[in-house]
Nanobody, 127 residues
Framework: QVQLVESGGGLVQAGGSLKLSCAAS????????MGWFRQAPGKEREFVAT????????YYPDSVKGRFTISRDNAKNTVYLQMNSLKPEDTAVYLC????????????????????WGQGTQVTVSS
């Protein structure tokens, strides 16, 4: 079992930056691939970023590529999402997710590939 707690959300002006954190419980965090998703009111849950448990592979959709960076610190049981050049359309609840252990290079782009979810943190970008 893994419990996930996100933090770092808030209100920021367009063009600004935020860094989200996701703290995980459990001694086997380093074997879980991690992902970030977001969900805006009335919209589908959207994939934002993923990182393999080894940290050696990441993947982003075109909507955030070049602006967002996912990273992890296995010693601190934490995964991060650095968000730069934020746009109003980035406004959403951001959720952290963990996938049960798999290949060291595995990354998941779909919400149903993840087994554990945090409660989310609100990010609001004003124009």
């Amino acid at each position: 079992q893994v419990q996930l707690v996100e933090s770092g959300g808030g209100l920021v002006q367009a063009g600004g930056s935020l860094k989200l954190s996701c703290a995980a419980s459990g001694r086997t965090f380093s074997t879980y691939s991690m992902g970030w998703f977001r969900q805006a009111p009335g919209k589908e849950r959207e994939f934002v970023a993923t990182i393999s448990w080894s940290g050696g592979r990441t993947y982003y959709p075109d909507s955030v590529k070049g602006r967002f960076t996912i990273s992890r610190d296995n010693a601190k049981n934490t995964v991060y999402l650095q968000m730069n050049s934020l746009k109003p359309e980035d406004t959403a609840v951001y959720l952290c997710a963990a996938a049960n252990p798999g290949p060291s290079s595995w990354v998941g782009r779909y919400w149903y590939e993840y087994d554990y979810w945090g409660q989310g943190t609100q990010v609001t970008v004003s124009s």
